[in-house]
């Protein structure tokens, strides 16, 4: 056979090979075509972007070893049966669909709803940092730290003199970074004298491993003691306290937890820490009693947690069920907001049905462009169904909250994109309390006004090539 004869056979041989693959996967038809269709037009070079960023595969010994280490902490959460239960029935006798909700974060990230608690919501860095700094200096036994980006400036030098000094006390520090998230930021120099003082600082996960590298730990989590935890939308870097240029603030959101509920982001930490570093810590020493301070708290918190190893996409369901039973009123507060088709059916859905949909992005993000381009086309799909959508101008809106009808919020790491729901590593606190949700939808409130409408019928008067500039950036949604 001649050498054409040759490469068209190559080729078939090729495109059946994808395809079955593809196929099998059993997506969405509209997602299968589409990446039947790049395997076509770029050979070789969709293969590399699907490995990259479309595969469903996820090793089977990470998938066991979570197993494995679930089941071990499953005393653990046998042990808070008793405030789930407890706390499920006074939902049950509100006569909401608060219940729905326990139930469903329960099954999908197996995390029981804990009641003996305090917790307290934390605007910005300028309220987060010092509560958190204050923590890691009251520390006797242990800190455990985990972050998707971690930077050696001014704000990293003063945490290594103070998590030094912790280790020369006789504390254990271990701290997990995201190597791609904090790939601009972390000097290796810095690396070197984090573990030259005894701290442990670990990747979530190598670079080099490229077939992974798309799966990235988008988490915030502290937890000190085993006895207070923080979480929520702040890393550690500078400009969380000294904005970038052209942003008047960083504007963000956290919670600091003290009782049972930080046991369940130590068993988080636990899992992750041996995933990344093949070390075993699961103590019962990590998991102590609560403080004797906390005999009368009664706060309700859950945590909604998902991954690309995970059997369900635990937060973007959480999202879904909060918007379908709100009856009032949903906010929302994210930095991108990139909808896959269900997310987007249930907010269009809500606000047709008269709920109060209100929904506040960044107008602009600090360098990156595409996520807000392709932004555009679906805040004017939910602005035409009656949602009310808000521009955050004045800083950067980072935060990445939901209140739903006063009485259920969650506040966490995942934004309002394809990747936070199906591929990044995600942790959400959800909190069952009047009070804390009305301060969550007073802040609401307080940063509409700094804030410009966004609407279906002015955006439709933009220019026809800036409309398609964002169609074009559309396309790109799952990978930004």
């Given at each position: 056979?001649?050498?054409?004869?040759v490469?068209?056979y190559?080729?078939?041989a090729?495109?059946?090979?994808t395809?079955?693959?593809?196929?099998?996967e059993n997506r969405?038809?509209?997602?299968t075509?589409a990446?039947?269709?790049?395997?076509?037009?770029?050979?070789g070079?969709?293969?590399?972007v699907?490995?990259?960023f479309?595969?469903?595969?996820?090793?089977?010994t990470?998938?066991l070893?979570?197993?494995?280490l679930?089941?071990?902490?499953?005393?653990?959460?046998?042990g808070?049966?008793?405030?789930h239960?407890a706390?499920?029935?006074?939902?049950?006798r509100a006569?909401?669909?608060?219940?729905?909700?326990?139930?469903?974060?329960?099954?999908?990230?197996?995390?029981?709803?804990?009641?003996?608690?305090r917790?307290?919501v934390?605007r910005?860095a300028?309220?987060?940092?010092?509560?958190?700094?204050?923590?890691?200096?009251?520390?006797?036994r242990?800190?455990?730290?985990?972050?998707?980006?971690?930077?050696?400036?001014?704000?990293?030098?003063?945490?290594?003199?103070?998590?030094?000094?912790?280790?020369?006390?006789?504390?254990?520090?271990?701290?997990l970074?995201?190597?791609?998230g904090?790939?601009?930021?972390?000097?290796?120099?810095?690396?070197?004298?984090?573990r030259?003082?005894?701290i442990?600082?670990?990747?979530?996960?190598?670079?080099?491993?490229i077939?992974?590298?798309?799966?990235r730990?988008?988490?915030?989590i502290a937890?000190?003691d085993?006895?207070?935890?923080?979480?929520?939308?702040?890393?550690?870097g500078?400009e969380?306290?000294?904005?970038p240029?052209?942003?008047?603030?960083?504007r963000?959101?956290?919670?600091?937890?003290?009782?049972?509920?930080?046991?369940?982001?130590?068993?988080?930490?636990?899992i992750?820490?041996r995933?990344?570093?093949?070390e075993?810590?699961?103590?019962?020493s990590?998991?102590?009693?609560e403080?004797p301070?906390?005999?009368?708290?009664?706060?309700?918190?859950?945590?909604?947690?998902?991954?690309?190893?995970?059997?369900?996409a635990?937060?973007r369901?959480?999202?879904?069920?909060?918007?379908?039973?709100?009856?009032?009123?949903?906010?929302?507060?994210?930095p991108?907001?990139?909808l896959d088709d269900?997310?987007?059916?249930?907010?269009?859905t809500?606000?047709?049905?008269?709920?109060d949909?209100r929904?506040?992005?960044?107008?602009?993000?600090?360098?990156?462009?595409?996520?807000?381009?392709?932004?555009?086309?679906?805040?004017?799909?939910?602005?035409?169904?009656?949602?009310?959508?808000?521009l955050?101008?004045?800083?950067?809106?980072?935060?990445k909250i939901?209140?739903?009808?006063?009485?259920?919020?969650?506040?966490?790491?995942?934004?309002?994109?394809?990747?936070s729901?199906?591929?990044?590593y995600?942790?959400?606190a959800v909190?069952?309390?009047?009070?804390?949700t009305r301060?969550?939808?007073d802040?609401?409130?307080?940063?509409?006004?700094?804030c410009?409408?966004?609407?279906?019928?002015?955006?439709?008067?933009?220019?026809?090539?800036?409309?398609?500039?964002?169609?074009?950036?559309?396309?790109l949604?799952?990978?930004?």
């Open positions: 056979m001649d050498l054409p004869t490469l068209t190559a080729f078939a090729y495109l059946i090979a395809g079955y693959f593809i196929v099998a969405k038809p509209s997602a075509f990446w039947m269709l790049l395997f076509a037009l770029l050979p070079i969709g293969v590399i699907y490995l990259l479309g595969r469903k595969y996820f090793g089977q990470t998938r070893m979570r197993q494995e679930t089941a071990r902490l499953r005393p653990l959460v046998e808070l049966e008793p405030q239960a706390a499920l029935d006074r939902l049950a006569g909401e669909h608060d219940t729905l909700i326990a139930e469903l974060v329960a099954r999908t990230s197996l995390s029981v709803v804990t009641t003996r608690n917790l307290t934390l910005n300028s309220e987060a940092y010092p509560a958190l700094f204050e923590d890691l200096k009251a520390a006797r242990s800190i455990h730290m985990q972050y998707f980006s971690w930077g050696s400036d001014d704000l990293g030098e003063e945490l290594l003199d103070v998590l030094a000094q912790k280790v020369a006390e006789g504390v254990e520090v271990r701290i970074y995201d190597p791609l904090s790939l601009t930021m972390l000097r290796r120099s810095y690396l070197r004298r984090m030259a003082a005894g442990r600082m670990e990747p979530v996960s190598r670079l080099w491993r077939h992974t590298i798309s799966y730990n988008h988490r915030k937890v000190i085993g006895l207070v935890g923080h979480t929520g939308g702040l890393n550690i500078g969380h306290l000294e904005p240029p052209g942003f008047a603030l960083w963000d959101t956290n919670v600091r937890i003290v009782g049972a509920a930080v046991s369940l982001l130590q068993a988080v930490f636990t992750d820490w995933n990344a570093t093949g075993d810590l699961f103590h019962e990590l998991f102590p009693d403080a301070d906390l005999s009368d708290a009664d706060l309700p918190v859950q945590f909604s947690l998902s991954g690309p190893d995970s059997r369900w635990a937060v369901q959480l999202y879904f069920a909060m918007i379908t039973n709100a009856r009032d009123r949903i906010f929302i507060q994210s991108f907001f990139i269900t997310i987007a059916e249930a907010l269009k809500a606000a047709l049905q008269g709920v949909v929904i506040m992005i960044s107008e602009r993000g600090t360098g990156q462009h595409l996520p807000y381009w392709a932004a555009n086309t679906y805040l004017a799909d939910i602005a035409r169904s009656g949602a009310t959508i808000l955050y101008r004045t800083g950067y809106l980072h935060a939901a209140a739903m009808d006063g009485r259920v919020c969650t506040i966490g790491s995942a934004n309002i994109d394809i990747r729901f199906s591929i990044n995600e942790l959400n909190i069952y309390d009047q009070a804390i301060a969550v939808e802040d609401f409130h307080r940063d509409a006004l700094e410009v409408p966004f609407t279906a019928e002015a955006y439709d008067r933009r220019s026809p090539h800036i409309r398609l500039r964002d169609s074009l950036a559309r396309l949604s799952p990978l930004l």
